[in-house]
């Protein structure tokens, strides 16, 4: 029953840091588009028009700012912003203009909030006290990662900014680890970590540098460094770029079958990257013990 109500509470939790998260990518893009204006960079007018009163909105104070409908610039009620609840009351559109809200902000409170259940429930460390300083670590990277995946989808875009938290986060991670690692046995967890960064970032980044940003972005690059400092071996980034690649192909080979895409469309792989990550950070034990156990053996 205990177990029940934490999971509860954390659905709860992370569905509302999940339409935070999505209120947060369009205040996000505000500020990337004031950044490409004052470098000269030409912006669509469809996107200027849909973020102007957003970025009205953005100049007063952070008490003041609220979230708002960006066709008809209304300001949204506290019952308007009840995760899940308010969408699915309106069934996904705007109570005054009747315009669609979007189905992005739906999945992110959806999936945050699950995501923050399937961590407390398949959690591969203990619940003493690092175990949970792990989890809370992870949860809020999570918020991190869910901005990224929205940004990246919509506007082909992994921001340095959140680049950089996450690193952050990683670096915190990984050096609690280390500090529970007796000395003898540290040296062969930082060769561990050093050959998980060349296999990551190593491998991605070579295939950036031979296809001159074509097949893949530097922006994905660079987030794969605190993925793989929170991978607990190589073999778990041998696993995360499997999935990431299978993920890619579930995904789009519909799409391109029924030509909703060519060959030449333009696709963010931040996303699969990131169902990936999180993927093989909960299961890819699991995974590993059933491809040696099934395939290996």
């Known amino acids: 029953m205990i177990s029940v109500g934490i999971a509860l509470g954390l659905f709860l939790l992370g569905s509302a840091l999940g339409s935070f998260a999505a209120a947060t990518v369009w205040r996000l893009r505000v500020r990337q588009l004031a950044d490409d204006k004052k470098e000269g960079l030409t912006i669509e007018v469809s996107e200027k028009t849909q973020v102007t009163r957003l970025a009205t909105r953005s100049k007063t104070s952070a008490f003041q700012d609220r979230s708002i409908c960006l066709h008809c610039g209304r300001e949204l009620r506290a019952y308007d912003l009840i995760p899940i609840v308010s969408w699915v009351s309106t069934r996904g559109k705007c109570r005054t203009c009747k315009k669609p809200i979007g189905k992005m902000e739906i999945l992110a409170e959806v999936l945050v909030g699950a995501s923050f259940v399937v961590s407390y429930l398949v959690w591969p460390y203990m619940f003493d006290t690092q175990g949970i300083v792990y989890l809370v670590i992870w949860c809020i990277m ?44 540290l040296g062969g967890e930082l060769l561990g970590i050093g050959i998980t960064l060349a296999v990551l970032p ?40 499997f999935l990431a690649n299978l993920i890619g192909c579930l995904v789009l080979l519909p799409a391109m079958v029924s030509k909703k895409l060519s060959r030449t469309s333009r696709v963010p792989f931040g996303p699969f990257l990131i169902a990936a990550f999180v993927i093989t950070v909960l299961f890819g034990q699991n995974i590993l013990d059933f491809y040696i156990g099934t395939v290996l053996f």
Do not use: C, N, Q
């Open 142 to 185: 999570l918020v991190l990662l869910a901005i990224h995946w929205m940004y990246d989808a919509r506007w082909f875009l992994l921001l340095d900014r959140i680049t950089i938290l996450i690193a952050i986060l990683a670096l915190i991670f990984v050096s609690l680890r280390l500090a529970d690692i007796p000395a003898p046995l």
């Open 202 to 241: 190593g491998f991605y980044g070579l295939l950036y540098v031979i296809s001159r940003g074509g097949w893949i972005g530097f922006g994905d690059v660079k987030l794969l460094v605190p993925f793989a400092l929170m991978l607990p071996s190589w073999e778990y980034g041998v696993l995360l770029i």
